[in-house]
């Protein structure tokens, strides 16, 4: 099972503006409205801050918000802050009922 | 609130078995289905399998060519995951992580850091 691909990194100033893509095919990513998005910071666990394409849990801020559009999914990140600094993990169902995360992508704040 | 604690850190031979344990509470233990994903030092986060605790069914990623078995004790809200013949490429964080609705990964373990060394 191959990784979904997430470009290895990102970046962009404090107020800006940056998205993730996330792209897979259609026994993942395509056929099913089950993609998550993790947040990690270095040396802790990893944390959901997007499930079901678009929905934030609660205590997530609406600067998170994700989207998907056949086989790739997007994570975009609004009013970029200085904490949003970490990896950024996608994470889909698959229609063997397994799972797959993506290669990561590490967001840096200018 | 929920908790996922994990056993501690393993050193192993190449060749050799391990067995991590997660302990979990906060919350009706057989109502959710339980994963375990992995991180290799400095690399992405890899899903290895789930455990669906209410009737013991089990899934596993093909990655790990039958080397994975994840079991449940219900009684004591316990899970286990055993890694078998273990290569250096096999050392890892280990996390424990519970299923929240049917899709995503609500609630994870500290982590246990398997060492696999000669």
């Known amino acids: 099972q191959s990784a979904l691909t997430q470009p290895p990194s990102v970046s962009g100033s404090p107020g800006q503006s940056v998205t993730i893509s996330c792209t897979g095919t259609t026994s993942d990513v395509g056929s099913y409205n089950r993609v998550s998005w993790y947040q990690q910071s270095p040396g802790t666990a990893p944390k959901v801050i997007i499930y079901?394409?678009?929905n934030r849990p609660s205590g997530v801020p609406d600067r998170f918000s994700g989207s998907k559009s056949g086989n790739t999914a997007s994570l975009t990140i609004s009013g970029l802050q200085a904490g949003d600094e970490a990896d950024y993990y996608c994470?889909?169902?698959?229609?063997?009922?397994?799972?797959?995360f993506g290669s990561g992508t590490k967001v840096t704040v200018l | 609130q929920v908790h996922l604690v994990q056993s501690g850190a393993e050193v192993k031979m190449p060749g050799a078995s391990v067995k991590i344990s997660c302990k979990a509470s906060g919350y009706i233990f057989t109502t959710y289905t339980m994963h375990w994903v992995r991180q290799a030092p400095g690399q992405r986060l890899e899903w290895m399998g789930w455990?669906?605790?209410?009737?013991?069914?089990?899934g596993y990623s093909q990655n790990f060519h039958g080397r994975v078995t994840l079991t449940s004790d219900t009684s004591a809200s316990m899970l286990y995951m055993e890694l078998t013949s273990l290569t250096f490429e096999d050392t890892a964080i280990y996390y424990c992580?519970?299923?929240?609705?049917?899709?995503?990964?609500?609630?994870w373990g500290q982590g246990t850091l398997v060492t696999v060394s000669s």
């Open positions: 994470c889909s169902y698959r229609s063997d009922i397994t799972y797959v």
């Open positions: 992580v519970r299923g929240g609705g049917f899709s995503w990964f609500d609630f």
């Open positions: 079901e394409v678009s």
């Open positions: 455990n669906k605790v209410a009737n013991g069914n089990t």
